[in-house]
């Protein structure tokens, strides 16, 4: 069992599959609680009922991002049953790539809602409890693309870099409580992600970049596991990595 990871309160948004789930499997193991929130519940319902019988502690609770009184009670939950939180992995995300000159207004304003609003809603759940504790982590999720703009990727970029403002911000504004905050940001993993893309002909390229060159989810999960097994005085603020092969 992994030092500072065993009995730690762990939420994770996005929970239901790709990044958030092998990291909740991999957090689980490791000995921390798990409260998962995403919007498929049987999914969240399934990992949950299988992590408890495995022998962890594991709580499944559907969420939606978009919606601000979702996210607190997803922490709200875990603080009532687990009594405290330790870590928020604002992770719940999507990608759906098009050019800017196809106005797909209803996917910029998704991935606005969910990538950018969302991770606010986390921060503004767990940070009460977490200046009250003078503890806590808040890790979040930026991308390849939180760092290089690609055609296609505008909307997308934006959002992701908007995650490490968010977070920088953050950093410097919560060193008087004692919590640490991380932003990762994976290049091409293997996840339900690429099924987020809504124009045919984008979500073909992604495809076939994610089956050239993707690597597996709990790659992700031990970048989770590096930046939480710090000591407490040793905050990890930034994780980029990407697949060898990856450009
Ligand atoms: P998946 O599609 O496998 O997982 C996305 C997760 O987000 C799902 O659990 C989904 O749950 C959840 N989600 C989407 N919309 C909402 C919503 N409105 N409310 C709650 N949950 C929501 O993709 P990944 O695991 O890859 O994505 C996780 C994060 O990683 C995203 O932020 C993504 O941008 C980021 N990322 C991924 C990379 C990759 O290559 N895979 C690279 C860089 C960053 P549900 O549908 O059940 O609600």
Do not use: C
């Not at 410097?172 to 905050?181: L, M």
Request: proline share 4%; net charge neutral.
């Amino acid at each position: 069992i992994m030092k500072n990871i065993e009995g730690k309160v762990v939420v994770i948004t996005g929970a239901s599959s790709g990044l958030g789930e092998a990291t909740a499997r991999m957090l689980s193991a490791e000995g921390a609680t798990v409260v998962l929130g995403a919007r498929r519940a049987e999914r969240i319902q399934a990992l949950a009922d299988q992590l408890n019988k495995n022998g962890g502690k594991a709580l499944a609770l559907t969420t939606d991002v978009t919606d601000v009184a979702q996210v607190k009670k997803l922490v709200d939950s875990a603080v009532e049953k687990y009594g405290r939180v330790d870590v928020m992995v604002n992770n719940a995300g999507l990608m759906p790539h098009s050019p800017l000159e196809r106005l797909k207004i209803d996917d910029w304003n998704q991935m606005i809602d969910v990538n950018i609003k969302g991770v606010l809603y986390g921060i503004a759940a767990a940070l009460p409890y977490m200046k009250t504790q003078r503890s806590g982590q808040i890790i979040n999720v930026s991308s390849v693309a939180g760092h290089k703009v690609n055609p296609g990727g505008a909307v997308y970029s934006a959002t992701k870099y908007a995650v490490r403002a968010i977070s920088e911000g953050l950093r410097q504004e919560v060193k008087p409580y004692n919590i640490r905050t991380t932003v990762i940001s994976p290049g091409a993993v293997a996840t339900e992600l690429p099924n987020s893309a809504t124009e045919p002909d984008v979500a073909a390229g992604i495809k076939k970049f994610y089956d050239d060159n993707a690597i597996p989810a709990d790659s992700f999960a031990r970048a989770v596991v590096f930046a939480m097994s710090q000591p407490e005085d040793v905050d990890i603020n930034e994780i980029l990595f990407r697949p060898t092969r990856q450009a």
